[in-house]
């Protein structure tokens, strides 16, 4: 049986985006590539970098005298084992309340209205 993909904190995320983004990245290079406005020393970094060796989420190989993080889970699996305890922690798992919220509240194009609309014909077809 697979295991479980690991909690990840909000901080965890932003620098586990970056290795996703490029993997195979020195702790230097996902300093330079943080966010505007986020202020973390290196020692900071190397420190979320570390958390998420710890859990998994990233392996460590050596490059010359540095250290390059990449993925060992993908982003996918981290964001459905989060998704899914959301879902059960705020909507109790009841799909038809959490999609009514979304769709109330977030800012949607024409084309992603369209694109839902599809998606729950083909989920009602599936029957």
Same mark, same amino acid.
């Given at each position: 049986?697979?295991?479980?993909?690991?909690?990840?904190?909000?901080?965890?995320?932003?620098?586990?985006?970056?290795?996703?983004?490029?993997?195979?990245?020195?702790?230097?290079?996902?300093?330079?590539? $943080?966010?505007?406005?986020?202020?973390? %020393?290196?020692?900071?970094?190397?420190?979320? =970098?570390? *958390?998420? !060796?710890?859990?998994?989420? $990233?392996?460590?190989?050596?490059?010359? %005298?540095?250290?390059?993080?990449?993925?060992? =889970?993908? *982003?996918? !699996?981290?964001?459905?084992?989060?998704?899914?305890?959301?879902?059960?922690?705020?909507?109790?798992?009841?799909?038809?309340?959490?999609?009514?919220?979304?769709?109330?509240?977030?800012?949607?194009?024409?084309?992603?209205?369209?694109?839902?609309?599809?998606?729950?014909?083909?989920?009602?077809?599936?029957?």
């Amino acid at each position: 049986m697979p295991r479980k993909p690991p909690r990840i904190s909000e901080s965890e995320w932003v620098v586990a985006n970056i290795v996703w983004d490029q993997p195979r990245i020195t702790s230097a290079e996902v300093l330079d590539r $943080l966010p505007k406005g986020f202020r973390w %020393k290196q020692k900071t970094v190397n420190t979320f =970098l570390a *958390r998420l !060796a710890a859990k998994g989420v $990233l392996g460590i190989s050596r490059a010359g %005298k540095a250290n390059c993080y990449f993925p060992k =889970l993908e *982003r996918s !699996a981290c964001v459905q084992a989060v998704s899914v305890s959301f879902f059960e922690r705020i909507f109790g798992g009841a799909a038809a309340p959490m999609l009514a919220h979304f769709c109330q509240t977030a800012p949607l194009s024409d084309a992603e209205i369209e694109e839902l609309k599809a998606i729950l014909r083909r989920r009602q077809k599936e029957g």
